[in-house]
């Protein structure tokens, strides 16, 4: 079995330089490196991760571990992944996907496993995988914003979820609406928490009271309820107000279209009759529906990729200055799906 030793001979570097190739912590010129890997290919070398990680005492693998759940992953959630397993891979790092519960298996999820540090998609309150984390003083990075009480001071990338309810509200009551249903993300999630917070305080910046109605909140843990979610809400709801709501904020397409379904079925149109905006949705299918769908880009892609950056700095990989609290932007994307009350 070839071994570096034989590669950096033929190819007439030091072994430092081939590590380099693979790995691509330090940059190599395309030359160097076209000579290493095509070295590489004759030999048939492949990189020994366990043998570099005993030498220096790094796994180079980082955890995602994402909200556990039966369920298919949402294009946010591939363009999320995807953002993350690309950029990882820029340092050298593979990426270790775990959407196992806590409660569910013996050992303690990804602190029981050989990883240098993690990325937390979707925090909830007092979730358990960051409090393992810290336990194990394992370094981690959130993907929204953490509520666990004793931990301070964590490293985070997100949205500016205040604001994204605050644009939307304004967006949709500057077109008349004020009769608005909120379908929002599960009730344990802090993005939610966070959501519904701004969704009331952007009500009463327009003086406009919260009714019962208005926010709803999407199943954490049954597979058939989540999937259905849109629907009930917006056909019950409908079905029994006198006053009809003339626009719905979705959290997702998946409830969007399960709302698009309802109204169907109760003889509404969009936009003619109520506007549909979503708030995380696939951009690229948004288009291709009838009508095109109203929602926000929230950049999912960059959101992986800023989580590896500041892991990678918390690890000591990056040097520099670099924000504890990482901010992605977003905005509005017009479509059909929204239109003057």
């Known amino acids: 079995m070839a071994k570096i030793d034989d590669v950096a001979r ?3 570097v030091s072994k430092g330089t081939v590590s380099n190739v693979f790995s691509q912590k330090r940059p190599t010129s395309p030359k160097v490196t076209e000579r290493v890997l095509r070295i590489s290919r004759e030999l048939n070398y ?4 366990t ?3 005993l030498v220096t005492k790094k796994t180079m693998a980082i955890g995602l571990t994402v909200p556990h759940g039966n369920f298919f992953f949402s294009t946010f959630h591939n363009q999320f992944i995807n953002g993350v397993v690309l950029e990882a891979s820029t340092y050298g790092y593979r990426v270790l996907l775990d959407m196992i519960a806590v409660e569910e298996v013996k050992t303690p999820s990804l602190a029981s496993y050989p990883i240098d540090g993690a990325i937390v998609l979707g925090p909830m309150l007092e979730d358990r995988r960051i409090q393992l984390l810290h336990q194990h003083q394992i370094p981690f990075v ?3 914003q953490m509520m666990n009480q004793g931990i301070v001071d964590a490293s985070t990338v997100n949205n500016d979820n205040e604001k994204i309810i605050h644009d939307i509200c304004d967006y949709l009551i500057s077109m008349g609406h004020r009769n608005m249903m909120f379908l929002n993300a599960g009730q344990q999630m802090t993005v939610s928490m966070v959501r519904s917070e701004a969704f009331i305080h952007a009500l009463e910046k327009h003086q406009i009271g919260l009714q019962p109605h208005m926010i709803h909140y999407k199943p954490m843990v049954d597979y058939e309820e989540s999937m259905r979610y849109g629907y009930e809400e917006t056909y019950h709801t409908l079905s029994e107000l006198s006053e009809q709501v003339t626009a719905i904020i979705a959290d997702d397409d998946r409830t969007a279209f399960s709302a698009m379904h309802a109204l169907k079925d109760l003889g509404y149109r969009v936009p003619e009759d109520i506007s549909l905006f979503v708030i995380c ?3 690229s299918m948004m288009h291709q529906v009838t009508p095109s769908l109203t929602g926000m880009d929230l950049q999912p892609s960059e959101l992986g990729v800023q989580a590896v950056r500041l892991l990678m ?3 000591s990989v990056l ?6 609290h990482w901010i992605v932007d977003s905005r509005i994307i017009e479509r059909d799906s929204c239109s003057l009350k």
């Open 46 to 49: 492949v990189p020994n991760h």
């Open 51 to 53: 043998a570099r990680s």
């Open 10 to 12: 033929l190819a007439g």
């Open 313 to 315: 700095h918390k690890l």
């Open 281 to 283: 949705g696939d951009l």
């Open 319 to 324: 040097e520099g200055e670099y924000r504890n």
């Open 142 to 144: 959130t993907v929204g």
